[in-house]
């Protein structure tokens, strides 16, 4: 008798408290407009992905605060794909299933974008997925599928710029050898050989996992001294890079080293340490808040959101935190144009004709061929100096 | 140019790694020696010494030689309770269930390793400087030496340890003639114990060691691991001089490997190494006194 009612009390009180969760009470004359979020919250990227996390809830606070969307607040129902192919799979066609949910946001990797791109392509629900895209999915023309980071087109270009500025005439590519970081090698080959950049892809490649590069390096140290390389591009992301630079450093190869927006942020200087200084790379606006033009249109952006999230986590703006804000500001903006009759296909269409937004990378501008909304030009250089980041500019290359 | 040029290079490079594998490997000798229990968790003790290093110098704000020390210490008090908590419970089970029961463990000290100090990887300051010693045309870091220098005084102390003690002659006698060590009146378990607390320690001097030159992550153990453990089976699985000689022949030959074929292939190297190994000699380069050599 006694389990029974103690049974009974703690299921009112997971209902109620339930209940409480999902509607707050200052909002409760509207239902909300709820958000499928698909992250790897456990796994290698954990910590960088809790700062999506956290970022998108002081946003979608701040949005409830305003008011919501119309009157309708923003809910965001969390799930954690640790990392793995198939629960992110399992919990994008959860989101589609749900009939509630109106668009998903992540996953965060690229190894697990192309599956999620199925479902949301398959089921009719968009997916803002939070990594560049790259060539193989950008082939598939998928009408439901948006991503909102830099991607590789944009990047390579942004180098060539940074390779035609400081005068490098040969460069040697030490690709990765996963999928973005190769397309990243080719369209800086290609876009490179159209500038009068002589550009050398490098057969060595690095995995991710690698945590020494002194075996590929020895074996090109003769061909940077016998070719006379001005420069190394390591197109490569994560713990790859600061390695590559520590080993290059090591071995006596004293070339200037160009890196991918990849190796704008902190922990990779402090993995590098020394080695990092002088690094040279394109890289998204939030890396750099105080020290954007003063005429950037997106600086009071970063620098509010910056402030907000070192009050709130004690931890400044970076590219990833400024991706997560701008992925909920594109769903409000969105939102806000569907009038107030949201559905899945109003919203996706509304996200498509997104034109002119301006968030923490830049100004975004979605269209029927183009699901990737940045622009070279939102894009900033960057060197690594006295352990900080610092923006360089170049007369004629921005 | 030719592949012969740069071998040298490969070389050196191959020696540092090669020691870290020994050291490895020792562990799992160690262990191995005292209880025929593989420990497969000898590669999480190597991420724990960086990763407590590195959490005690950074947040902790400890001066470096204390923050190493400190870090050992630790690592030894959880080989102590890896041998209470999950070995010694199960200790009249097989030694599948002992080696499943160690794999376990080992999930559960990098997961909780991931959880507590997070899951970016983490580099260590350097002992003495970047600045790369020239050599008559190899390039040396000076972490190199200290890894190379303090793998020899380990192994000067884990000498005198089984050669010279008591201690380490009645660890010695459990692992060859249980029973007698029993009537002798040596506590085997006592001495798994022992065995386990020597090696994380050495564990987790290697990954002092080491995260100086290559990172540290909460998931880097398990490679760790299991290189450390196919230099002991290449060299002769139970021979302390064993796990040495095929630490340093697996680091240089997986090094070397680079200079002929590309260096996706890099890690597959020692996997194959260690089939072929199995195939054709499998007690080792110096003879394993564990396999009977008649069988084969």
């Excluded at chain 1, 569907?338 to 301006?358: S, Y």
């Excluded at chain 2, 070995?87 to 991931?114: E, H, N, Q």
């Amino acid at each position: 008798m006694k389990g029974k009612k103690a049974i009974i009390l703690w299921i009112s009180f997971l209902i109620l408290s339930s209940i409480s969760w999902a509607t707050p009470a200052y909002l409760a004359e509207k239902s909300p407009y709820k958000i499928g979020v698909n992250l790897e919250l456990t796994g290698p990227w954990a910590e960088v992905t809790k700062t999506v996390k956290r970022t998108m809830v002081m946003e979608v606070e701040k949005i409830n605060a305003m008011g919501g969307v119309d009157g309708h607040p923003l809910d965001l129902v969390i799930e954690d794909n640790g990392f793995d192919l198939g629960r992110a799979a399992a919990n994008m066609t959860k989101f589609a299933r749900n009939k509630e949910i109106v668009a998903v946001v992540g996953p965060f990797e690229d190894n697990l974008q192309a599956t999620t791109r199925a479902i949301a392509e398959r089921e009719g629900i968009t997916d803002i997925i939070i990594c560049p895209s790259n060539p193989m999915v950008r082939g598939l023309k998928q009408r439901w599928s948006f991503n909102i980071a830099q991607n590789d087109i944009i990047v390579s270009q942004k180098l060539v710029d940074l390779c035609l500025a400081r005068g490098y005439k040969k460069v040697l590519v030490f690709p990765g050898n996963w999928p973005l970081a190769l397309s990243l090698a080719e369209y800086f080959k290609r876009f490179g050989e159209e500038k009068g950049i002589e550009v050398i892809i490098s057969k060595e490649t690095h995995k991710p996992t690698d945590i020494d590069m002194t075996p590929q390096l020895i074996k090109l140290k003769p061909v940077i001294e016998s070719e006379k390389v001005d420069a190394l591009y390591a197109s490569t992301g994560g713990p790859p890079g600061p390695i590559i630079c520590k080993n290059m450093r090591t071995l006596g190869i004293k070339i200037p080293i160009i890196g991918t927006h990849a190796f704008g942020f902190n922990f990779i200087i402090a993995l590098g340490g020394e080695a990092m200084e002088g690094v040279e790379f394109g890289a998204g606006k939030p890396v750099v808040p105080y020290q954007l033009d003063k005429d950037d249109p997106v600086r009071p952006i970063v620098i509010d959101f910056d402030k907000r999230m070192r009050e709130r986590y004690g931890m400044g703006a970076d590219q990833i935190a400024g991706h997560a804000h701008d992925t909920i500001w594109l769903i409000y903006d969105a939102l806000k144009r569907c009038h107030g009759k949201v559905t899945r296909a109003k919203f996706r269409d509304a996200l498509e004709n997104t034109k002119g937004l301006k968030s923490c990378h830049g100004i975004y501008n979605y269209s029927p061929t183009d699901h990737d909304g940045l622009a070279k030009r939102d894009m900033v250089f960057i060197r690594i100096q006295g352990q900080r980041f610092m923006r360089i500019k170049f007369p004629g290359f921005e | 140019m030719t592949p012969w040029a740069y071998i040298p290079q490969l070389i050196s490079a191959g020696i540092t790694i090669g020691a870290i594998y020994a050291l490895v490997g020792l562990g799992f000798v160690t262990i191995a020696r005292a209880s025929q229990i593989i420990n497969f968790a000898q590669g999480e003790f190597v991420m724990l010494g960086g990763v407590i290093t590195f959490f005690l110098l950074k947040r902790g704000g400890l001066p470096y030689p204390l923050a190493a020390l400190v870090a050992v210490i630790s690592v030894v008090i959880i080989g102590f309770l890896l041998h209470i908590l999950v070995v010694y419970p199960l200790r009249k089970a097989s030694i599948p269930i002992l080696l499943m029961a160690t794999l376990g463990a080992s999930i559960f000290l990098s997961s909780t390793s991931g959880l507590t100090f997070g899951t970016l990887p983490k580099a260590l300051p350097p002992f003495s400087g970047n600045q790369s010693l020239q050599i008559g045309g190899i390039f040396i870091v000076p972490q190199s030496l200290w890894v190379l220098g303090a793998t020899f005084l380990l192994l000067v102390f884990l000498y005198l340890l089984s050669h010279r003690t008591l201690l380490g002659k009645a660890m010695e006698a459990s692992s060859t003639d249980p029973l007698g060590a029993d009537l002798l009146g040596i506590s085997r378990n006592l001495m798994v114990f022992l065995a386990f607390g020597v090696s994380a320690g050495m564990g987790a001097i290697a990954g002092i060691l080491i995260t100086p030159i290559f990172y540290t992550s909460y998931n880097a153990g398990t490679m760790l691991g299991l290189k450390g453990f196919i230099a002991a089976v290449l060299g002769g699985w139970g021979k302390n001089s064993g796990a040495i000689l095929g630490g340093f022949v697996l680091g240089a030959v997986e090094s070397l490997s680079v200079a002929f074929i590309p260096s996706g292939y890099k890690d597959a190297v020692a996997f194959v190494i260690l089939l072929l190994i199995l195939y054709f000699r499998p007690k080792g380069i110096l003879g394993s006194p564990y396999i009977d050599s008649r069988r084969w």
